[in-house]
């Protein structure tokens, strides 16, 4: 059984005020599966929608529209306390930026042992820094955030979340405001935890040769859209939506030559208060058709696990 | 809060603050009579008897003063305590509950904002009756809570969205504690000093209610004792000191206690922290490599703080040849930032270039005087922010970013026009945004609009500080795209400053790598990326997972580079070195050293340690 | 459109309410004001004027009080204030007609002398910090801005008017032989010089040091330093660059400041005798003159809203993105 399931699930954001309000469709009919000790990747650029999902499993934000099923079971939009309290403990997220996520006057202790402290569960934080690579453990309870260095928040951060033992983690961005040098063993330590708990991951990044070296599998978006999921190297190395393809292009790649790809793509991406009625990846696409423009496509099932929301595969 | 007590200012006033509430504390041993003692004679001259002379009524002046900080103090204190709680309550409890709360609390703020507090006080005053003090202290809490109010609000707004809020939220904290246990304590600062602001406010508006004869005249406050001086004519009767000490010892409390919110404004806000001291300039170093366009020559640089000043360059000599690409690449505190500012002269108080010469074409930039410069600046050399969302000035359109650049620099307007219109064509951008202001541009046109102007000029050289930084990978991609057109068709050179190694490989001619305010190696982008010699260079490319081939275990560098500050006695990678030779690395600072035709490398592994005095020993703290 | 639209709202709201609390004060205070007045008028007042306070004030009075706030708001539309109690028989209306040129000439003029003033020595010290001058201007500023008006008043009126007797002692212009034209605007300035000086040296601590602040905020921002980078000559980048922007957030500042001068402004006519609002203020509040307080409460509310709003105006001229509602 997948641990979380997502179908249909749109979100609205209202911004403005009367009587220029706008609604931004920031997510359109998601649907995913996590299943049990995967670490699924959500690649996408900003303002694609990926972040608005974390926040939504996170319950941070509640979804407008569609269902979210957690361990099978279908979460209801109001929760008791008690209901709420429950949820928490099997989800978590660590945030992008370990600079905002850690409370400046508070010590990491504070951090760590707080939420065991709600959650009824013994103080264990010394032995979950050092597991989180924090260690000695004694010479990081009592130091603040300003003590530590970008990725040793980074850890705390990740300590936190681990500290009411949750079944899935999202980690939204989690090295993308850290020194390259030190983001890998980030990323290892987010592996290592995998195969160590038996966590399921969500691991959102912008950046593709993240999300390959890290998940089992890749889900890419699109202005509020899911457009191609599959397994990791497929989606990466061999990406079948323009979109994927747009993102491979533009990315760096020192190691297959020293030349860059020329982009032939212009525009940017499209306003989430009036997406055009089609494909919204349509009005950049080079290789649009007129039916793009007319209807969403649905998802084709291309090869095992592989799906893309285009019309070039029907 | 202890921070905020170190600034000079906060000293200064909480040691005049502290005089005021020993004599109100110690006023009966203090106080030579009684304050309303009228057994001496009238409108005394000052004496050793009576300091400040006597009243009308034949009352010492000096122990109505005495007394008087007693009564003041009382009035400010309770003042700055209601208000601040009302502040408090209502600006971070709406704050954080949001919603219609929220609303009707703002609207509320509002409205006492704007309601003219004086006026409303006296009208109420005048409608009380009964002499004690306390009423008239409620009625002006009760209007000077809602500048608090609205500062809380709009800073718990703020904190409401930051992570560690939200994180909270996540781990199931409850929305009181929340507020109380994660909130609270960094607004602690805020509220201290919406506590002095709203004491001030008590203080003053209590002394000019007193003044009109207001509330109870027959207590001793300041305020009390310039109603009578006045109404018993003070000064026609020459008794002016009964008029000035009061005031004075008013405006001077209020003093010491701006001066305190002066010193957490500092704490909060450390753009406010003054005492910049005006430095010499650099001491020149070397001469300009031949042949090379911009050289720099052992350039020094950093901040000057409180502690002493840090170093964030420790000595870094580059150059660039006409129409050459030079990338530097370099994680965040390597000092790469400073360099790009420093070299062109820009680097702003507290930063601060101590040593070293930048030759643009032959002129040491870093000899001049700022008026000396500005001919060059744009003319000769164009910098292209890291952020330039915010480099064009939010309420002037892009034609008069255009224009201004022209007239600084003695191009004729029309012409300057023609230029942008077709730089910017050249750019993507449709002419008509040279009337637009910088919100109505998304953050790649910002960027596009900057590398425009950047062209206007038609300078030799520019200097990109990680240009494409805060911008999607597509749209990165495309700027990129822009940077080679620009290198490739106008022949300018190009230094552009990234924490994105693989950005650099592509497009460089030559990568100079830095780490710890020195370059530990540079060489020509090919020759760096197949063959790196410096084990942090090795590090840092393998740091990038491949887009293809088997996936397998990476790993980062581990630990973290050294603090600005700190001094280094060896090389500065040596924590984090995989490679590193005990008793030499650690004992002498790596020069940078010819590997070939034209790689250096700065790292013990590749040639003997230079003797100790070397003329580029670099790292001692100044 | 959309700012403009949000102030205008903002603007009736709080009219709404200034008018509302002058209508509830004399009903939630305790005592009888009507009987605090005849107590102490001892038979100068008429029995028709007795009742017409006690309607005002709504005492024995029949009607609910919601009855009362519908007539309260008649009589504000139609500019019945009622009866001064201290100018017996002029009207309140009259007597606020005769003091307010006054006190609006001299609130306008000192608040718009010390707002440039203090604007521009705020940026000039901000600019040039780390000077001794120009940090220097700080605790003078904090002294300024911590000394209570009236204070500082009396001492100029001891030193210039008493000791030197370069200006009068007290009036808003000679009231023998009344002067005509030039000598009638020397003798406005013979009597304004000094209320002037002290509200514009009293209130130019407060904009300098908004100023000052906001200026070495502004001075770090990205496009100050790009500016400098293109080589702009110092002053346009001091002004053009750095202070167009910090100038922006004392509009906002605008709506407590202007409360402040209104109130240093009643405290400085008294001490003056300058015949303005704060004076009349005095009278009414020492004889218990209600009616009058009330409309000068409603005056000032009113004055304050306007000065606000048309700070808001100002702002919308200056400011690009307020125009285009963001």
Known sequence: MPVLQLSGVNKVFSVGRFPTVRHLRVLNAVSLEIAEREVLGLVGESGSGKSTLAGVISRLSLHDAGEVRLEGALVPKRLSRRQELAYRRRVQLVFQDPYASLNPAKSIHHAVARPMAIHHLPDTSADLLESCGLSPAARYLQRRPFELSGGERQRAAIARALSVRPRLLLADEPTSMLDVSIRLDVMNLLADLR??????????????????????????????????????????????????????????KPEQGLEAEHLAVAGEVPDLANLPPGCPFAPRCPKAQPTCREALPGFVQVAAGHQVRCVLYS | MKAALRSRW?????????????????????????????????????????????????????????????????????????ATALGVLVGIGGGYLGGPTDSVLNALTNVFLVIPGLPLIIITAAYITTK?????????????????ARVLRSQTLSLRQREFILAARLVGESPLRIVVSEVLPNMLSLIAANFIGAAIYGILSAAGLQFIGLGNVNAVTWG????????QGALLSGAWLWILAPGAAIALVGTALGMLNFGIDELTNPRLRAGVKKLPKPVPAGTPEVGALLSLQEIEAGYQTAAGPLTAVRGVSLAVKPGEFLGIAGESGCGKSTLAFAALGLLRPPGAVYRGSSYLAGVDLLALTPAQRRPYLWRDASFVFQASMNALNPVIRVRDHVLDTARAHGLPPAEAIERATALLQQFEIPAHFLDAYSFQLSGGMKQRVVLALSLLLRPKLILMDEPTTALDVVVQRL??????????????SIVFITHDFSLLVEISDRIAIMYAGTVVEQGPAAEIYAHPLHPYTQGLIRSFPPMSGERQVLHGIPGHPPGLGEKLSGCPFFARCSARL???????????????????VACHLYGQPPPVAAPTAVGEAR | MRYLLQRVAILLITGWAALTINFLIPRLMPGNPVETMIAKFQ??????????????????????????YLDYWRNILTGHLGVSVTYYPQSVGSVLAQSVPWTVGLVGLSTVIAFLAGTLIGIRSAWRRGRLGADLSV?????????????????????????????????????????????????????????????????????????????????????????????????????????????????????????????????????????????????????????????IFLFISLAVLAANFIADLVYILVDPRAREGR
């Open chain 3, 43 to 68: 038979g100068r007042i008429s029995t028709t004027a007795i009742h017409a306070l006690e309607l005002q004030f709504g005492l024995h009075s029949h009607q609910g009080w919601w009855l009362q």
């Open chain 2, 132 to 148: 004690s003090q306390l009423p008239i202290i409620l009625i002006i809490s009760f209007t000077g809570w809602a500048w608090g």
């Open chain 1, 195 to 252: 195969e160590r708990e038996g966590l399921s991951l969500l691991f959102i990044t912008h950046d593709l040769a993240a999300a390959r070296y890290l998940s089992d599998r890749v889900a890419v978006m699109y202005a509020g859209h899911l457009v191609e999921i599959g397994p990791a190297r497929e989606v990466v190395e061999r990406p079948l939506h323009p979109y994927t393809q747009l993102l491979r292009q533009a990315a760096p």
């Open chain 2, 582 to 600: 005990e008793g030499v690395c650690d004992q002498a600072v790596p020069a940078l050293l010819a590997q070939g035709d034209q790689h250096t």
């Open chain 3, 139 to 295: 605790p003078v500023a904090l002294f300024l801005n911590s000394t209570p008006y009236f204070w500082f008043a009396l001492i100029l009126l001891y030193a210039f008017a008493f000791l030197l007797s370069w200006f009068p002692l007290s009036g808003g212009a000679a009231s023998s032989g009344s002067p005509q034209g030039l000598a009638y605007l020397g003798s406005l300035a013979y009597h304004g010089t000094l209320p002037l000086l002290t509200l514009v040296i009293t209130s130019l601590g407060g904009w300098l040091l908004t100023m000052r602040n906001n200026m070495l905020s502004t001075v770090s921002e990205d496009y100050v330093a790009f500016a400098q980078a293109r080589g702009l000559p110092e002053g346009q980048v001091m002004y053009r660059y750095a202070a167009r922007n910090a100038i922006l957030p004392s509009f906002t500042a605008f709506a407590m400041a202007i409360g402040f001068v209104i109130s240093g402004t009643l405290l400085t006519e008294i001490v003056f005798s300058y015949p303005g609002v704060g004076f009349i203020l005095y009278q009414a509040v020492t004889s218990l003159d209600y009616p009058l307080m009330q409309a």
């Open chain 2, 10 to 82: 906060a000293q200064a006033g909480l040691v005049i603050l502290a005089i005021f509430v020993l004599v109100a504390a110690l006023a009966p041993v203090i106080a030579p009579y009684s304050p309303t003692n009228s057994s001496f004679s009238p409108l005394a001259s000052p004496s050793l008897r009576h300091l400040l002379g006597t009243t009308q009524l034949g009352q010492d002046i000096f122990s109505q003063l005495v007394w008087g900080t007693r009564g003041t103090l009382e009035i400010g204190f309770l003042t700055g305590l209601f």
């Open chain 2, 479 to 492: 700027i990129m795209q822009q940077i080679e057109w620009i290198l490739g068709e106008l022949g300018v």
């Open chain 2, 224 to 231: 009390t004792m310039l109603f009578w001086a006045q109404s």
